[in-house]
């Protein structure tokens, strides 16, 4: 089978896994949790970071730290992988769900900015829905697949309506805007290292922020609000949310990897674009010219989507639809949801997610070219 988006592990990964192994290590607290934190703070250009057992416990843990609560509401895009709004429902919160872009697939800031402006009010400097009178404290934008919106206009926004920024970054390791990275323009952005991720610890995550008291609360809420050293004393509901050294250890060996990962995923985007764009109706996730996206999962839009993932993988060549609508799902069909078109439907009924491992061969990139090709010429 070739897998969709697989982990590849041709660095250090088993010499430091084996040093947390032979000197006792392995668990929360060790030499490589610090390091993993201390590189991806200087990768990302944020003065702080945060490990965490995995990209929802991120966000979590952020939106505790924003006092998000019972009765809020928090504003993410429709199109995201389900953690995004998980987290926000065990907060108790509910979402505010703003349908995309139907080029660049990102939450429409068109949409957005008429719902602020028709659907909420600002009294003392705080957000508030006019209907059901409940309090906005915190949006979220998701930079699906690694590409972002306009950051500049939604920040521009979220500062009008006094909305804190928490960045679903977690598939957004290595891109940019205007030259700054994702995760680095609101209160705190967050990072996932699961398997498919462009680097991996197997599972894990990473709150990163700029505010040093921010960073200082989740250290202490992600290990259980333990505020004594010795005495099991906590002043606080904490979690058990604190990555483990030796999958930090693992995160220290891919971070070295990191470049040459980025390297070969525009070169895996750029061979696709060249293959199959004037392919049918064959389309790809348009990018700003001011975006630097890390190409994390190539995705393309067409109204062959099934006939396509079929052919794929019937042949070993393992290929994904996107994520089903979040309004669509039994659990947030009550939500409110925003738009005009659902755009988040036209594009779950035609994207798919093609192969795209690192370590892929240019080989497989042209059989799978070819196996699509094949598709439009029935």
């Not at 430091?16 to 929360?28: D, H, K, L, R």
């Not at 209160?187 to 699961?194: A, H, I, Q």
């Not at 049918?280 to 190539?298: T, Y």
Request: proline share 3%; net charge negative; aromatic share 10%.
């Amino acid at each position: 089978m070739l897998l969709l988006s697989s982990p590849n592990m041709g660095g250090n990964e088993l010499k430091y896994v084996t040093e947390c192994i032979t000197t006792g290590w392995v668990s929360s607290v060790g030499a490589f949790v610090n390091k993993f934190e201390e590189v991806t703070a200087e990768f990302t250009g944020a003065s702080y970071a945060v490990a965490t057992s995995s990209g929802t416990t991120a966000l979590h843990t952020a939106l505790v730290m924003l006092g998000v609560n019972h009765n809020d509401l928090v504003i993410v895009p429709n199109i995201t992988f389900i953690a995004s709004v998980n987290s926000i429902k065990y907060t108790g919160a509910s979402p505010v769900l703003i349908d995309v872009n139907k080029d660049d697939w990102q939450m429409d800031l068109d949409l957005l900015e008429e719902f602020l402006k028709k659907e909420t009010e600002v009294r003392n400097e705080t957000c508030y829905h006019i209907k059901s009178g409940k309090r906005i404290p915190v949006i979220i934008p998701v930079h699906v697949l690694g590409n972002m919106c306009d950051m500049e206009r939604l920040m521009e926004l979220a500062t009008q309506y006094h909305l804190a920024v928490l960045e679903d970054s977690t598939e957004a390791l290595g891109s940019f805007f205007n030259g700054k990275h994702a995760g680095t323009f609101g209160l705190m952005g967050t990072f996932s290292y699961n398997g498919n991720k462009i680097i991996t610890t197997g599972g894990g995550g990473m709150i990163v922020t700029n505010d040093e008291a921010l960073a200082k609360r989740a250290k202490h809420l992600t290990t259980q609000a333990k505020a004594d050293p010795f005495e099991y004393f906590h002043d606080e509901t904490g979690y058990n949310y604190r990555l483990v050294n030796v999958a930090a250890a693992m995160g220290v060996a891919q971070m070295e990897q990191l470049p040459d990962f980025l390297k070969r995923k525009k070169e895996i985007i750029a061979f696709y674009k060249k293959e199959l764009e004037g392919v049918g109706d064959i389309s790809f996730q348009k990018v700003d010219a001011r975006v630097n996206p890390n190409w994390w999962m190539p995705t393309i839009a067409t109204e062959k989507q099934r006939i396509i993932l079929e052919a794929l993988n019937s042949n070993k060549m393992q290929s994904r639809p996107l994520w089903i609508p979040m309004n669509r799902l039994p659990m947030f069909k009550d939500d409110i949801y925003y738009q005009h078109s659902d755009i988040s439907w036209f594009l779950y009924e035609r994207c798919l997610s093609i192969p795209c491992s690192t370590n892929i061969t240019d080989d497989d990139l042209r059989a799978v070219s070819d196996k699509i090709k094949g598709c439009f010429s029935k």
